[in-house]
């Protein structure tokens, strides 16, 4: 399997009071950085960073399950 180098994310997980909290972690790809990001999540929101780009958004439907936020 060929070594994938490790890329940088920063997920924003925002409370339902509105306080964000930031964690910033690397990750072989977007699809393995959502679902880490997805899995830590507290809040009610949640948008991961790549850099400057956003990669994703996401609203909380249920105790652990995310729905996407059109962005």
Do not use: C, N
């Amino acid at each position: 399997m060929p070594f994938r180098p490790l890329k940088s994310y920063t997920a924003i997980d925002i409370a339902p009071d509105g306080q964000a909290q930031s964690d910033t972690f690397d990750a072989p790809h977007d699809t393995a950085a959502a679902r880490r990001a997805q899995f830590a999540a507290e809040g009610v929101l949640l948008q991961l960073w790549r850099e400057a780009r956003l990669v994703g958004a996401w609203r909380r439907t249920g105790p652990r399950t995310f729905e996407p936020e059109a962005f």
